[in-house]
Each structure stands twice: as C-alpha cells, then as structure tokens.
C-alpha cells in the first residue's frame, strides 16, 4: 500500500538524489549535506514522539551520527535543520519511518557509487549510506510496520506520515 502510494513520490526523490558520486567530490558532499537537513531533524521528531515504543531497536537504526561523521571527514559543516512537526501519532510514525527505512535500500547502490570515486576521503564518508549492511532492519521493520494495529486501522494517517517524510527529502533534493 504505502509503495505504491508514494511511488510518484520516491522516484522523483530518487532521481534529484542521484549525482554523479563517482567522479564528483562536490555533488557527493552536497547530497550529504542536504541528507542532513533532513534527517537529522526527522530522526529527532522520531525520537520525541516515541517511535521506540512501536520498535525497540529504533536507537541502532539512527543514522544522524552517521551523517555527521561523514560531513565531518570531508570538512563540512553541519547544515541547519529543516523544522519538523513532532507528532506522537504510531501510524504516521510508521509512514515517515518508512521513508528513512526505505532509503536504506537505494543507499547500497549510492555507496557503491561512492566508493567508486578516486578521492579517500569521498570513499571513507560513507558512514551513513553503509549504517546497517549486514543486519536486516527492513525486514524487521515491515513485520511491526504490518503487525501494528494502529497502521491497519489508518492507512491514510501512515500515507501521510510518508507524504511528510518524503517531503522533506523532495524539498531538499531540489536544492542538492
């Protein structure tokens, strides 16, 4: 439901999101950077409504710390927040989760696009796009995702909790 009611949405976000990582050290650093004003406050406003109460392994999944680290090793400064309403709300917790879960995915490939590039310090900034390889957050996600009751009763409120997310990343690309 949620994939196929965000399609539009994440294909356009997908395709302002891809730069050329392999060759370019500056359209790397300004995807992090506008990754940044994105997720940091999301994963904040994640935090604040309670999303470890619907997933207990919420705290590992985290990438904020990621993304800095990264920023950190090639020398840019942290970007100011975008402002993020705080809702408590379990289904559109899920929604927004969905989107920075889902990221995860896409994350692979841009890695390997990064790694690709001639410059080390591009290449040891993939802390973020690397968070997790090897553990199976999505699957875990979408069995509380699917197993919450709260998201079966209102699947608009969990589209638009995505519609949100997404939102931030589709006004963010545009500057990327």
């Known amino acids: 439901?949620?994939?196929?009611?965000?399609?539009?949405?994440?294909?356009?976000?997908?395709?302002?999101?891809?730069?050329?990582?392999?060759?370019d050290e500056n359209a790397y650093a300004a995807f992090l950077v506008a990754l940044a004003r994105a997720v940091r406050?999301?994963?904040?406003?994640?935090?604040?409504?309670?999303?470890?109460?619907?997933?207990?392994?919420?705290?590992?999944?985290?990438r904020s710390r990621a993304l800095e680290r990264d920023l950190e090793v090639?020398?840019?400064?942290?970007?100011?927040a975008i402002p993020v309403g705080v809702t408590r709300d379990e289904a559109r917790l899920y929604g927004r989760l969905y989107v920075l879960e889902g990221s995860?995915?896409?994350?692979?490939?841009?890695?390997?696009?990064?790694?690709a590039n001639a410059d080390p310090k591009v290449r040891a900034a993939t802390n973020y796009l690397g968070h997790g390889v090897g553990a199976d957050f999505w699957r875990g996600f979408l069995?509380?995702?699917?197993?919450?009751?709260?998201?079966?009763?209102?699947?608009?409120?969990?589209?638009?909790?995505?519609?949100?997310?997404?939102?931030?990343f589709r006004e963010e690309s545009a500057h990327a």
């Open 41 to 62: 406050p999301l994963e904040a406003a994640l935090d604040e409504g309670g999303m470890e109460r619907f997933l207990p392994d919420w705290p590992e999944r985290r």
């Open 74 to 80: 090639l020398g840019v400064p942290l970007p100011a």
């Open 143 to 168: 069995e509380r995702l699917e197993g919450s009751a709260a998201v079966a009763a209102s699947p608009e409120r969990t589209m638009l909790g995505a519609r949100e997310a997404f939102g931030l």
């Open 104 to 115: 995860r995915l896409g994350g692979r490939l841009l890695m390997k696009r990064a790694l």
């Open 1 to 23: 439901m949620l994939r196929a009611a965000t399609a539009a949405l994440h294909d356009e976000v997908d395709a302002r999101f891809s730069g050329p990582f392999e060759t």
